[in-house]
């Protein structure tokens, strides 16, 4: 997965040196919103209950200006463990729910890059976040993680000026300081966003 990460990365940073004829879409600021699903791969499975590559989902929100962009996510981690009782009810033992809030900046290579009224843009940034929620169950304790980094790359291919499709991959870093339990993971995350153009 880490080998996979590090190619992701680099294919990124190799297609901003390609040159290119500029789009004819929006090279204006602009404000996008939108939604995110990715597959999600823990650092330590046991931090959230054996579930890996498990689903993860979040909502988006950005403002683009020329050479940067700064985005905001809200996601939503919930993972359970339980098992049936004779009656054919489910008992959770242990339950995990954290709600990740981040802010990044991210540097854009390349404006736009593409021909007529398609392009994509390849983006590298850095971020914080914060983990809002609660661990329950027997290895568990209510609890909110620290203000932790997060690095991101990812491409977006834009569609005349207002729809991005963009495919990101992220890794958010969270120890936990107390236990040192290590509550860091990786998304790559499929995402779609409509965009406000502000400027031309």
Not at 69 to 85: A, D, F, M, P, T
Not at 110 to 133: C, D, E, K, N, T
Request: overall charge negative.
């Amino acid at each position: 997965m880490r080998r996979l990460q590090h190619l992701f990365l680099l294919s990124i940073l190799a297609g901003g040196l390609i040159p290119a004829e500029t789009a004819t879409a929006s090279n204006g600021s602009g404000l996008s919103f939108g939604i995110g699903t990715a597959s999600m791969s823990a650092s330590e499975s046991k931090a959230y209950l054996e579930a890996d590559n498990d689903l993860y989902a979040e909502v988006q929100a950005a403002y683009d200006n020329g050479p940067v962009k700064l985005e905001l996510h809200v996601g939503i981690i919930e993972v359970k463990s339980g098992h049936v009782n004779y009656s054919g009810s489910t008992s959770w033992d242990e339950e995990v729910s954290f709600v990740p809030i981040e802010v990044d900046l991210n540097l854009l290579p390349l404006r736009l890059v593409g021909q007529g009224h398609s392009a994509f843009q390849p983006y590298v940034g850095i971020g914080v976040g914060l983990m809002v929620g609660s661990a329950k169950g027997a290895h568990y304790e209510d609890k909110n993680l620290p203000i932790a980094p997060v690095i991101r790359g990812g491409v977006e291919f834009y569609i005349g000026n207002r729809h991005i499709i963009g495919l990101d991959i992220a890794h958010h870093g969270v120890v936990e300081g107390d236990s040192g339990l290590d509550y860091s993971f990786t998304t790559v995350m499929l995402n779609y966003r409509f965009r406000f153009p502000l400027a031309k």
